[in-house]
């Protein structure tokens, strides 16, 4: 697991404003970071996917130390398992973080490209985490574009008649 460093995880909160009030769902959960990060700042919701159920169960401890049982959901699953289930579910989401392997996060963004209208809300925001070679867009509006060390952060807006 390579967890995001607190400075990125930072400068991605202050480019994003006031997440009070918005549904957040974080692929590729890990700790928790991103999607426990959104939810302190008051996000209403937050569906956690964990392919690794040890690392799962880790979250599920870190969300109750926490006290955010209430508003916090782990999934343990395969992440394009879980994006198609919550598609076929009608769930959608303010907040999308996408934080995989980096080695990965290619073929993730191709997987994901046409879910990614339906899992997010018109006004939806899509934020990953990778490598500086890769700049992911998910077919949408790059409104961010910022490299960290090695890390890339790439937020992407809806483009869409609706918004």
């Known amino acids: 697991m390579r967890p995001t460093s607190e ?7 202050n480019v994003l404003g006031p997440v009070t009030g918005v ?7 890990g700790s928790g970071a991103f999607g426990l990060e959104a939810v302190s700042r008051g996000a209403t919701a937050c569906v956690f996917v964990e392919v690794d159920p040890g690392v799962a169960e880790t979250l599920r401890r870190n969300i109750a130390a926490l006290g955010c049982l209430g508003t916090c959901k782990v999934v343990v699953e395969d ?14 989401f303010d ?28 006004q939806g925001v899509v934020v ?16 961010f574009d910022r490299e960290y060390g090695d890390t890339r952060i790439a937020m992407v807006k809806l483009r869409r008649s609706d918004s």
């Open 7 to 13: 400075r990125v995880r930072e400068a991605v909160f």
């Open 23 to 29: 549904s957040v769902l974080d692929l590729f959960a």
């Open 79 to 92: 992440y394009l398992r879980a994006a198609e289930r919550l598609w076929r579910e009608g769930k959608v």
């Open 95 to 122: 907040l999308l973080f996408v934080d995989p392997p980096y080695r990965i996060l290619a073929d993730v963004e191709v997987a994901l490209a046409p879910l990614i209208p339906s899992l997010t809300t018109p």
């Open 128 to 143: 990953s985490e990778g490598p500086r070679s890769l700049r992911p867009t998910f077919g949408q509006s790059l409104i």
